[in-house]
C-alpha cells in the first residue's frame, strides 16, 4: 500500500493501494472492503491532485473491445449469465492462444432472437466464437452476429461431440438423435 513515499511502485493484484475515502479507483483498480486495490499486475500511479490511483499493466492485454475470442463455457451463476473461460483471440494472421482469461456473457447478448435463458444459446462445456464488448476483465462478451457463437459443443444426452456446420437454433445429436437448441455459428 502506499504510505506517502512517493508516487509510483510495481504492484500484484490484489494488493492494497489506499483507502476509498482518500483515492478513488482508476484505471485497472477496484474497491474491496473499503480498499483500493489493483486488478492487475502493474506500475500504481497515485494521483495527488485529483485522489485517484491508476495501475499501468505491466504487459498489455490482448484483449480489445470489437475483437473476436474463443472461450469454453465453464459456469452458470443463474439462468441468465454464463461464464467463459477465454482462451484464444482472433489476430489477422489467425488465432493466437492467450494467458486464459474470464468472459461474462449476459442473455440479453447470447442470441439475435430473444430467449428466455442463456441455456438456450449455449451449455456447459461447450466453445464459443464471440465479441469483446467491454475492455477490461471480467470480459463482457456477445454471440449476436453470423459468424458468432456456439463452434462445439456435447449432446447434453450421450456427451457425443457435435459441431456445428450452419447457424441453426436447433441442432440433433447424430448418435442418438436428441434435440437441443443452440445459438450456432458455422465452422
Given at each position: ?20 475515502e482518500e483515492?478513488?479507483p482508476?484505471?485497472?483498480?477496484y474497491?474491496d ?6 486488478m492487475?499486475l ?5 494521483d ?22 474463443y472461450?469454453?463455457v465453464?459456469?452458470f451463476?443463474n439462468?441468465?449469465?454464463?461464464m467463459v473461460?477465454?482462451?484464444a483471440?482472433?489476430q489477422?494472421?489467425?488465432?493466437r ?18 430467449i ?6 449455449v451449455?456447459?462445456?461447450?466453445l464459443v ?25 456435447r449432446?447434453p ?6 459441431i456445428?456446420?450452419s447457424?441453426?437454433s ?7 438423435g ?10
Amino acid at each position: 500500500m502506499q504510505t506517502g513515499s512517493g508516487d509510483r511502485a510495481i504492484v500484484a493484484p490484489g494488493e492494497e493501494l489506499g483507502v476509498e475515502e482518500e483515492y478513488l479507483p482508476g484505471d485497472n483498480t477496484y474497491v474491496d472492503s473499503g480498499y483500493v486495490k489493483s486488478m492487475v499486475l502493474g506500475v500504481a500511479e497515485w494521483d495527488r491532485v485529483n485522489h485517484v490511483v491508476n495501475v499501468r499493466p505491466l504487459k498489455l492485454s490482448l484483449i480489445r473491445p470489437g475483437q473476436i475470442v474463443y472461450g469454453k463455457v465453464y459456469y452458470f451463476p443463474n439462468d441468465k449469465v454464463a461464464m467463459v473461460r477465454i482462451f484464444a483471440v482472433q489476430q489477422q494472421d489467425g488465432v493466437r492462444r492467450i494467458q486464459p482469461e474470464t468472459g461474462i456473457l449476459y442473455v440479453a447478448y447470447a442470441s439475435e432472437e430473444r430467449i428466455g435463458t442463456v441455456y438456450d444459446a449455449v451449455g456447459l462445456g461447450d466453445l464459443v466464437r464471440a465479441r469483446v464488448l467491454s475492455s477490461k476483465p471480467p470480459y463482457h462478451i456477445s454471440l449476436r452476429g453470423p459468424l458468432l457463437g456456439v463452434v462445439e459443443t456435447r449432446c447434453p444426452q450421450c456427451r457425443a461431440v457435435i459441431i456445428p456446420s450452419s447457424t441453426v437454433s436447433r441442432l440433433t445429436c447424430p448418435v442418438c438423435g436428441f434435440t437441443f437448441r443452440r445459438k450456432t455459428a458455422p465452422s
